[in-house]
């Protein structure tokens, strides 16, 4: 059994507790489906993954977020300077947003690092690749199939939710056709950013003690 320290109880309450509070605030403000985002599946999974000292769910959360999160950051800090690289954290600047949803924005920022922190503590599942990939194509596909696209008029709802329509918000890509937009990013997604992240964690990290499945036998 794991050690019940491994996850220290202060760290899991004050997770829970920012948690208890952004779920309630997002839902108001962008609506449920803001949480078909990749971070937001990833904050919600890595709740659960803390509190069952769960080594392959964290894998899993840090193995999906942590190459994307880091381009956030970088973002962010171009930011200060006067630079956007991407444009993804042009609404942490934009004095028309709230400061209080801005300012619950960040966990974007420290989320990374904490699963880097979780994975080195708890060990890291080799099986997160495979199954946070499979986790990303379900998501890509009902994001693409049922949810909002692109709109000027969107105000804070959320659309083109993980950018199955293109990096813009407002407008739709229009370099390839739609699916092969969706294509490239069900198939790169996973190459580009799932892959080189598992490798670097498999070095990190010792593995994890997997469970042993049941022989059958008394």
Not at 31 to 48: E, I, Q, S, W
Not at 103 to 127: C, M, N
Request: charged fraction near 10%.
């Amino acid at each position: 059994m794991p050690s019940a320290d491994r996850v220290p109880l202060p760290l899991k309450l004050a997770y829970s507790a920012f948690v208890a509070v952004l779920v309630p605030v997002y839902a108001s403000a962008y609506g449920f489906a803001n949480f078909l985002y990749f971070c937001d599946v990833a904050l919600l999974m890595t709740l659960v993954a803390i509190w069952r000292e769960d080594a392959l769910l964290v894998s899993m959360a840090a193995v999906g977020i942590l190459a994307p999160q880091m381009l956030w950051i970088a973002d962010f800090a171009a930011h200060f300077m006067g630079m956007s690289v991407t444009g993804m954290t042009d609404y942490m600047f934009d004095e028309r947003k709230s400061l209080f949803l801005r300012g619950l924005s960040l966990f974007h920022g420290w989320l990374p690092l904490l699963l880097v922190w979780l994975v080195v503590r708890l060990g890291y599942d080799a099986r997160a690749l495979r199954l946070w990939s499979a986790l990303s194509v379900v998501l890509l596909l009902i994001c693409y199939l049922f949810m909002p696209g692109p709109s000027p008029d969107a105000g804070n709802a959320a659309v083109n939710i993980n950018y199955v329509h293109g990096m813009s918000d407002t407008a739709a890509q229009t370099f390839v056709h739609p699916l092969v937009w969706l294509a490239g990013l069900i198939v790169g997604l996973p190459l580009a950013l799932f892959l080189p992240t598992h490798l670097v964690l498999r070095k990190l990290a010792a593995p994890s003690a997997c469970p042993v499945p049941a022989s059958g036998t008394a």
